[in-house]
């Protein structure tokens, strides 16, 4: 079903066609959503944390809400259709049974009349590592327990040739059920489960460790999430325990490959980011590379505990005072459309 398939594509792609109808459809599904994501921590916590991140003026910081859904117009969308779907930034990358010739034919056929032209190119202010480490709450009075949040920017650009080594490093950290969740669940049994994310992005990346634990052991948790970002700045990490990550990461690798869609992803990423065309031919090799003082240099480089925010949405009147320890500044309050308060 190829010539179908791709002359569906190609049709929606190049004459796209867009109506108040749907348009209506898409907001009154968009506000349902976000009134119900009002009651979920979670979510809070999740739109929060990219003001918190990146500030309300930075694009991935914009809040969403129903004022903002509303004044969206046809035209708008239409206007952004556009400006921003063009051929000379567009990819496309084909896996299966297709020879390339083939693929290359018919990519001519239905794609070859789509016109290219100049796209805008937009900067942004850089976002930067907070002076000194802050603490912002949003507010629950009802909430039994807290998700905890530590988390700053960080300047990872997805080609960077540190991205191996910190996918190993931040792994040991928290990627999975390593230093993060033995602390917090093994050993204290204060939650289910807590783990951290270090993502690389063309604009900014960010790291976050994170916890949904009981008001009690907030700030102990806080403590403790702090102190595993440390002990992997300041002290070796021991020889087995880094083998163990990198056969663990080694694994996933391979099964990742029997989806189509991940050697997919894996050609855009080369054509995006400009990789080295045998990037990840050589991705266990260099994974297999990784050693302990690569690892201590890229938690230096890249884990900034005490420039850091953290970030808690809880009962504030139960957790607040533990976690004034945390900064040298007041506490900081944030409503939820991401405005900074008084409390």
Do not use: C
């Not at 079903?1 to 968009?30: C, R």
């Not at 190119?121 to 000194?132: G, H």
């Not at 009075?141 to 960080?154: D, E, G, Y």
């Not at 590379?289 to 808690?312: G, R, T």
Request: net charge negative.
């Amino acid at each position: 079903h190829n010539a179908d398939l791709m002359d569906l594509f190609s049709d929606i792609v190049i004459n796209a066609k867009f109506t108040e109808e749907e348009l209506n459809k898409a907001k009154k599904q968009m506000i349902s959503g976000l009134k119900a994501s009002k009651n979920d921590p979670n979510s809070i916590s999740s739109m929060l944390n990219s003001v918190v991140l990146y500030g309300k003026d930075h694009p991935y910081g914009e809040m969403i809400s129903e004022t903002s859904i509303e004044n969206v117009t046809l035209a708008d969308i239409e206007d952004y259709y556009k400006n921003w779907y063009k051929p000379n930034i567009a990819y496309m990358a084909i896996v299966g049974d297709i020879a390339p010739k083939e693929a290359e034919a018919q990519m001519e056929k239905y794609f070859g009349k789509w016109q290219k032209s100049d796209v805008t190119e937009l900067n942004y202010d850089a976002v930067t590592l907070p002076e000194s480490r802050k603490v912002i709450i949003f507010d629950r009075p009802q909430a039994v327990q807290s998700i905890v949040k530590v988390t700053h920017p960080v300047d990872l650009y997805p080609g960077s040739e540190d991205r191996i080594d910190v996918r190993v490093m931040n792994t040991i950290l928290g990627g999975g059920t390593y230093r993060l969740f033995d602390n917090l669940r093994e050993t204290h049994g204060w939650t289910y489960g807590a783990y951290s994310s270090l993502s690389s992005d063309e604009l900014v990346g960010s790291f976050t460790a994170y916890a949904e634990v009981g008001n009690a052991v907030t700030d102990s948790s806080v403590n403790e999430i702090l102190y595993e970002m440390k002990r992997i700045q300041d002290e070796p990490v021991p020889q087995d325990e880094l083998d163990r990550v990198k056969n663990y990461i080694t694994g996933n690798f391979a099964l990742s490959l029997e989806r189509p869609e991940t050697v997919a992803r894996f050609a855009l990423n080369i054509a995006r980011y400009n990789l080295d065309k045998e990037y990840y031919k050589n991705y266990l090799k260099n994974v297999a590379s990784v050693s302990v003082a690569d690892v201590q240099k890229m938690s230096k480089n890249y884990l900034a505990p005490d420039q850091s925010y953290v970030f808690i949405v809880g009962k504030s009147d139960e957790i607040a005072e533990g976690l004034k320890r945390f900064t040298e500044d007041e506490i900081i309050f944030i409503d939820e459309d991401g405005n900074y308060i008084d409390h």
